[in-house]
């Protein structure tokens, strides 16, 4: 781990110190948290984006996924 100094503004301190003693955390853990929890959001964002973007380059033509038709079986 590495120790870093950041700046804050003081509601949001305020928050951050309310919660981490509600979830009996230290401060460091929930900022630790939220942010791998944000950078994984992010990341989900970014691949959806370039999900998107093949299909709007690359339509799903309607025999794409015809062969596929037989294979469902609905009971």
């Known amino acids: 781990m590495k120790t ?3 700046t804050i503004d ?3 301190l305020e928050k951050v110190d ?7 955390k230290t401060r460091s853990e929930l900022i630790r948290v939220s942010l791998r929890k ?3 959001e992010l990341r989900i964002i970014e691949m959806e984006n370039k999900h998107r ?6 339509p799903v033509t309607s025999e794409e996924f015809d062969i596929w038709e037989e294979e469902q ?3």
Do not use: N
């Open 4 to 6: 870093i100094q950041m």
């Open 10 to 12: 003081e509601k949001l």
């Open 18 to 24: 309310q919660t981490s003693k509600k979830l009996r």
């Open 38 to 40: 944000m950078l994984h």
């Open 53 to 58: 973007a093949g299909y709007q380059k690359r």
């Open 73 to 75: 079986v609905w009971v």
